[in-house]
């Protein structure tokens, strides 16, 4: 079964970090593009982060450029969320989603075919 | 980045109603255009990509149209399993962004 399980929430104070897992399972990791989304309850979704299969490129929403960080290890079919100086408005359910892609004779479209969970980040004092 | 506008942000409708969401892009998206279905505590599921195209397992009352700045979800027969939120999603630029949401209510 294709699954995706993010892990490493919790509460943490204004200026914290914390470090975000989410462990792949039930197809070829290394092969596919991965992305953070993160949903403040209640609210709409918003992209955080995407990184490619190698992890060698990454791209970033404005909103958290030079405060989070996005990496991989293929080996273990992990992906991390590296999250600093944490906010109160950093407060959201983060979920990691996988990238499919169709080709469409010489494009190709791009969309996120399998979700996880999410994982509860809290930042208060 | 690229805007992401969605009508109605809510609506109210009864069982076997054709329903239509309104997503309207801030500049050209070309096809590059999702939408998605979220349940309350929910993860979301991909209904259509490409604008049209049907995700594997959608059931087919769902269809997707459009293309530039102005695309279409519609719900052909409104089923008791269809309310939820629906979010529109462009994956034209290199930040992708989504739409801010349009819930389907019970009426």
């Known amino acids: 079964e294709v699954q995706l399980v993010e892990s490493g929430g919790g509460l943490v104070q204004p200026g914290g970090s914390l470090r975000l897992s989410c462990a792949a399972s039930?197809?070829?990791?290394?092969?596919?593009?991965m992305h953070w989304v993160r949903q403040v309850p209640g609210k709409g979704l918003v992209w955080v982060s995407r990184i490619n299969s190698g992890g060698s490129s990454t791209s970033y929403a404005d909103s958290v450029k030079g405060q989070f960080t996005i990496s991989r290890d293929n080996a273990k079919n992990t992906l991390y969320l590296q999250m600093n100086s944490l906010r109160a408005e950093d407060t959201a359910v983060y979920y990691c989603?996988?990238?499919?892609?169709?080709?469409?004779?010489?494009?190709?479209?791009?969309?996120?075919?399998?979700w996880g969970k999410g994982t509860t980040v809290t930042v208060s004092s | 980045d690229i805007q992401m506008t969605q009508s109605p942000s809510s609506l109210s409708a009864s069982i076997g109603d054709r329903v239509t969401i309104t997503c309207r892009a801030s500049q050209s998206v070309s096809s590059y255009l999702n939408w998605y279905q979220q349940k309350p505590g929910k993860a979301p599921n991909l209904l259509i990509y490409?604008?049209?195209s049907l995700q594997s397992g959608v059931p087919s009352r769902f269809s997707g149209s459009g293309s530039g700045t102005d695309f279409t979800l519609t719900i052909s027969s409104l089923q008791p399993e269809d309310f939820a939120t629906y979010y529109c999603q462009q994956t034209y630029s290199t930040q992708w962004t989504f739409g801010p949401g349009t819930t389907v209510n019970i009426k």
């Open positions: 989603a996988r990238e499919g892609k169709v080709a469409a004779g010489v494009v190709s479209y791009y969309y996120m075919d399998v």
């Open positions: 490409a604008a049209s």
């Open positions: 039930g197809f070829t990791f290394s092969t596919y593009w």
